[in-house]
């Protein structure tokens, strides 16, 4: 598979990016600083670029067949809007490339996981820290969500920097449901097992421990 990651760098996308390679994927990485990928593979394509920059995301998109994007912020401060924003120039990019599969990481307290946190997150640094972030990633959703994409929404719980296990709950159903801890490396490996299984197309799947 031809696969174009944003935002693969760092984080859950450096991590996909490694998997992807180590499944036999062919790697397109868009980053604004591709040298910060530390990784040399024949089946590794490095471009420099942003997802707001609508030319190099066309440059890049062009003969993939699907795409994962795992754009983030450092800090709480940073963003002005990047993820909608950005996505209103993907979503066109695939378009143009006749590109249908996206999956999309956002994270807890996106949509209908709001409240899914536990008390300290959902009543103290939701509000304090992350709520104009996530009002972005909600307009980010919702501009998914009204695309005619084959697409899938992922909202991995706290995420920490643990080991690949392949062993994680993936959750539609978020009834009584408290988000614990999740490594990037197992949202790195669900994401890579949807892209061929397809089972949460037009979900939003919650991964947690």
Same mark, same amino acid.
């Given at each position: 598979?031809?696969?174009?990651?944003?935002?693969?760098?760092?984080?859950?996308?450096?991590?996909?990016?490694?998997?992807?390679?180590?499944?036999?994927?062919?790697?397109?990485?868009?980053?604004?600083?591709?040298?910060?990928?530390?990784?040399?593979?024949?089946?590794?394509?490095?471009?420099? +670029?942003?997802?707001?920059?609508?030319?190099?995301?066309?440059? !890049?998109?062009?003969?993939? *067949? &699907? /795409?994962?994007?795992? $754009?983030?912020?450092?800090?709480?401060?940073?963003?002005? +809007?990047?993820?909608?924003?950005?996505?209103?120039?993907?979503? !066109?990019?695939?378009?143009? *490339? &006749? /590109?249908?599969?996206? $999956?999309?990481?956002?994270?807890?307290?996106?949509?209908?996981?709001?409240?899914?946190?536990?008390?300290?997150?959902?009543?103290?640094?939701?509000?304090?820290?992350?709520?104009?972030?996530?009002?972005?990633?909600?307009?980010?959703?919702?501009?998914?969500?009204?695309?005619?994409?084959?697409?899938?929404?992922?909202?991995?719980?706290?995420?920490?920097?643990?080991?690949?296990?392949?062993?994680?709950?993936?959750?539609?159903?978020?009834?009584?449901?408290?988000?614990?801890?999740?490594?990037?490396?197992?949202?790195?490996?669900?994401?890579?097992?949807?892209?061929?299984?397809?089972?949460?197309?037009?979900?939003?799947?919650?991964?947690?421990?």
């Amino acid at each position: 598979m031809n696969l174009l990651i944003i935002g693969a760098t760092r984080g859950i996308g450096r991590e996909l990016a490694k998997q992807a390679l180590a499944s036999g994927h062919r790697v397109t990485a868009l980053a604004r600083h591709p040298e910060r990928l530390a990784i040399e593979h024949e089946r590794l394509r490095k471009v420099q +670029g942003d997802i707001l920059d609508a030319q190099s995301l066309s440059s !890049a998109m062009a003969g993939q *067949n &699907a /795409v994962c994007c795992a $754009i983030g912020v450092k800090t709480p401060w940073e963003q002005s +809007g990047v993820f909608s924003k950005g996505t209103e120039r993907l979503l !066109a990019a695939m378009k143009a *490339n &006749a /590109v249908r599969r996206l $999956i999309c990481v956002t994270g807890i307290g996106a949509g209908n996981s709001r409240g899914h946190g536990g008390f300290l997150y959902d009543r103290v640094f939701f509000p304090l820290l992350l709520k104009s972030v996530y009002a972005d990633k909600d307009r980010q959703e919702a501009l998914i969500r009204a695309s005619d994409l084959e697409w899938t929404i992922v909202r991995p719980g706290f995420l920490t920097n643990g080991a690949l296990t392949g062993s994680y709950r993936v959750l539609t159903d978020l009834s009584g449901v408290t988000a614990g801890r999740i490594s990037r490396a197992d949202v790195a490996h669900f994401m890579l097992q949807e892209l061929s299984a397809n089972r949460y197309l037009r979900q939003t799947p919650l991964l947690t421990y």
